[in-house]
């Protein structure tokens, strides 16, 4: 699944949220590596949503909700995609698309009453630029990112976001290849 830099491992980790959590696997990783922890997984795409559900029901740790993340409150629209497993969130209306509710992440954090979030998980199809850059000062209660990157959003732009907020992001280059990128607050 995931290799976590051992800086990010701990087993005090008391809350943790999965924002683009697909069918659940990373949640289930979470549940396993961090039983003490309560993870909130929130999936946009109904289908995914579904699947989900089932996997993390084993788990009275995970909390999982259809629902985007989004810079604002509101409803995105999600279109079918070419392929399955990566679909278009627009926050206009679209032939094929499909509301969706979507949460700014102080209306998410507020509303499960978060006020920390010791582990965050991004892998939100290309809207990570907009969420880091735009109405973005609850990084301050963030202490660790696994972020998943996508076009055109770069690595350097992802430092220049995350630096006023006292991260370190780690390069992706000593991963193994993966596209998942770590940041932390933490002193390595």
Same mark, same amino acid.
């Not at 969130?89 to 700014?104: C, T």
């Given at each position: 699944m995931y290799h976590i830099p051992e800086a990010l491992f701990s087993s005090d980790h008391k809350v943790i949220i999965d924002l683009g959590a697909n069918v659940g696997l990373t949640s289930v990783f979470f549940a396993l590596q961090y039983p003490k922890a309560k993870i909130y997984a929130l999936e946009a795409e109904e289908e995914n949503y579904q699947i989900l559900e089932k996997n993390v029901s084993f788990s009275k740790n995970i909390v999982a909700e259809h629902a985007a993340i989004d810079t604002k409150d509101g409803v995105v629209f999600l279109s079918s995609p070419d392929l399955s497993y990566n679909f278009k969130? +627009?926050?206009? /209306? &679209? &032939?094929? /698309? +499909?509301?969706?509710?979507?949460? +700014?992440m102080f209306t998410y954090m507020n509303t499960l009453g978060i006020d920390h979030i010791d582990l965050l998980k991004i892998d939100i199809e290309g809207l990570e630029q907009f969420l880091l850059k735009n109405n973005n000062e609850w990084l301050k209660k963030v202490d660790n990112i696994i972020i998943e990157l996508h076009d055109p959003y770069t690595i350097d732009q992802l430092r220049q976001d995350l630096l006023p907020f006292g991260f370190k992001v780690i390069p992706a280059d000593s991963f193994k290849g993966l596209k998942m990128i770590f940041a932390t607050k933490r002193s390595s």
């Open positions: 969130i +627009s926050d206009k /209306g &679209e &032939e094929n /698309g +499909s509301p969706v509710k979507a949460y +700014s």
